[in-house]
């Protein structure tokens, strides 16, 4: 068993230890072999049986395959890794809301573009975030959005508009904002995304 099903003895050795030491083991990954030689990550699960006196009599247990779990899990860490990447290095600020256009995300970019760490931009609203002339351009915007949902047509796929966000010193940054739907699984819409760019030429204020 130990050369024929799995693809490092050291696997077996070492649930073969923890299974003598515990009596049991539970969600155990190793690479194990398929009747065709090619290998799966498999997940195992298995315990001793004992007889009348407490002996060890056999053991029994399943064997699963998470090869497409890991995957998506590797792949998910990958994702991880380059959101976090463009975090710290990008310059424009990525934001999500809701439909009643709560923050619920902003990158730590927001730093540079605005002064403001991550938290105590997610605890501004938008209406303290932007100019007066701004979030009336973002309430109008919503508004008629909404007027299309709920006579069951289709919103823009995107929109681009130019909003002044405050600074922390107090005057505004003129942004390129470009603003895209947010969905759910369902295909229900559950918010926006939006990236802002600052495209002010002129100098801040000293």
């Known amino acids: 068993i130990r050369r024929l099903l799995f693809a490092y003895p050291s696997d077996y050795d070492t649930l073969l230890s923890r299974l003598q030491k515990f009596g049991k083991i539970n969600n155990e ?9 090619s290998l799966i990550i498999a997940e195992i699960s298995c315990r001793f049986l004992s007889d009348e006196t407490g002996s060890p009599v056999g053991i029994e ?4 395959d998470v090869s497409h ?7 998910l860490t990958e994702s991880e890794k380059l959101l976090h990447l463009l975090e710290n290095n990008i310059q424009d600020v990525i934001w999500t809301a809701d439909m009643n ?3 619920t995300y902003i990158s730590p970019s927001v730093m540079i573009q605005r002064g403001f760490s ?5 605890n501004i609203s938008i209406q303290d975030s932007v100019t007066p002339d701004s979030y009336s351009t973002i309430m109008k915007n919503r508004q008629e959005v909404m007027e299309l949902l709920k006579q ?12 002044d966000f ?3 010193d107090g005057y505004p940054v003129k942004t390129e904002v470009v603003i ?6 369902d295909g229900l819409p559950v918010g926006v995304i939006g990236v802002s760019r600052d495209i002010s030429t002129r100098e801040k204020p000293k």
């Open 101 to 103: 256009m709560n923050l």
């Open 166 to 168: 405050l600074h922390i």
């Open 69 to 75: 779990t890991v995957q998506m899990e590797e792949a």
């Open 118 to 122: 991550q938290e105590e931009a997610l």
């Open 152 to 163: 069951g047509k289709p919103g823009p796929d995107r929109q681009i508009m130019q909003l």
């Open 180 to 185: 895209t739907p947010a969905f759910d699984r």
């Open 29 to 37: 990954r190793a690479v194990m072999k398929r009747y065709d030689e």
């Open 61 to 64: 247990g399943n064997i699963q």
